[in-house]
């Protein structure tokens, strides 16, 4: 939670770049760990490394700028926005704890054996470490935006057919594949944090809440798994060997926390469903009905497709990739160019006037002005037709 608070605290990119730098520095640390001969190990953590960790936190904890809105905004105070907060990303927590579902199966049968559990630690910081470079240097060169839920969807079919293969290979394929799992759970749980960060800076909600939020859940998960596989291994279901009930129940959660992670049935019968997958049914003898044109933003909802934007809209699209503004910052932005007032855009977007304050000075000065006539001069300064 300290740290949390202090990756919030920061400036996006000062505070990105310490956590991935984190990720990367690990597991130096941890293989830096097998140079020790284990006796000594065995009384340089708690005495040595314990100790500095806690100072490390404690001196961060001084560092951190509690005067920002984020800190001072309680979610009684302010309850439409924390739960718009929550229904905004209650789907990422969800996608990062099937990882740890995952991995919570894996390492109750990793952990019957300590050579495969070391190996297991082994193959998941390399790969992390290989991971944390890769990510940094193609930071550095330009810019990156992920989506979880997205990359959910595209990593889910690698992993359920892993499980698949679990029974097949046996228990010299456990070890690469929970070191691999691992790593990409390492992964997901530093892009937990990063969005955790972004939305207590974007939409000022307390850091130890929104990282509760996402915690409780992913944490949780994982600790199911771990019971649940503990469990399932030690049963011989129909004399089969007990990777084979492991597996099945991996791939049974995982395929659960998946339709949950989509929106349930709510999202699997909602009537904005792409209209191509419909079937429908008209009865021979019914007359007609008139059918009026559905609205723009229903269209959008059933083709997944962005609207066409107006002048100002393409605009600030530009302005936006300009000055490498957030896209909650060029949102904020493009209602303050129409001539919404502070209250109009807190309510718009269901966050507090203290957030779109604290925006509007971020956006201030990232384009190096300090009027309003002067953000919208701006924005008409940008030709609309440069928009491809």
């Not at 097998?34 to 190990?41: D, K, R």
């Not at 339709?259 to 209209?275: C, D, E, T, W, Y």
Request: charged residues 15%; proline residues 5%.
């Amino acid at each position: 939670m300290a740290w949390q608070r202090l990756f919030a605290s920061q400036k996006p990119a000062v505070g990105n770049r310490d956590l991935i730098l984190g990720t990367v520095f690990a597991p130096i640390i941890y293989f830096a760990l097998y140079l020790i001969p284990p006796a000594v190990t065995v009384f340089l953590i708690p005495s040595v490394f314990m100790p500095l960790f806690a100072l490390s936190i404690l001196i961060a904890s001084r560092n951190t700028d509690l005067s920002q809105p984020m800190f001072e905004n309680l979610p009684r105070q302010h309850a439409g926005s924390y739960l718009q907060t929550l229904k905004d990303y209650w789907r990422s927590a969800f996608c990062i704890g099937a990882f740890a579902l995952s991995c919570g199966v894996i390492r109750a049968i990793a952990i019957e054996s300590p050579e495969v559990g070391a190996t297991v630690n082994m193959l998941s910081m390399a790969s992390m470490l290989i991971v944390g470079v890769a990510f940094t240097a193609t930071w550095q060169k330009k810019s990156l935006q992920l989506n979880i839920s997205s990359a959910f969807r595209v990593v889910f079919p690698f992993v359920i057919s892993a499980f698949v293969l679990l029974p097949i290979l046996g228990k010299n394929y456990i070890a690469p594949f929970a070191g691999v799992l691992y790593a990409l759970y390492d992964c997901a749980v530093v892009l937990m944090m990063i969005q955790c960060a972004q939305a207590s800076r974007e939409r000022s909600v307390n850091p130890v809440f929104i990282y509760g939020f996402f915690g409780g859940i992913v944490y949780m998960l994982h600790d199911a798994g771990y019971i649940m596989g503990i469990f399932v291994g030690d049963l011989n279901a129909f004399g089969s060997q007990s990777l084979t009930p492991i597996a099945l129940l991996s791939i049974y959660l995982l395929a659960l926390v998946y339709f949950v992670g989509q929106g349930g049935f709510k999202q699997a019968l909602s009537p904005n469903r792409a209209r191509a997958e419909r079937i429908e049914l008209i009865p021979t003898a019914a007359a007609p009905a008139k059918r009026n044109r559905p609205s723009a933003s229903a269209e959008t909802e059933s083709t997944g497709e962005r609207p066409l934007v107006d002048r100002i809209s393409k605009q600030c699209i530009l302005v936006k990739k300009h000055y490498k503004l957030s896209d909650r910052e060029a949102e904020v932005m493009e209602l303050i160019a129409r001539g919404s007032t502070v209250a109009r855009i807190a309510e718009t977007l269901t966050v507090s006037e203290n957030t779109i304050r604290t925006h509007s000075k971020r956006i201030y000065a990232k384009l190096d002005i300090h009027r309003k006539q002067e953000l919208v001069d701006l924005v008409n300064s940008f030709d609309p037709r440069a928009l491809r």
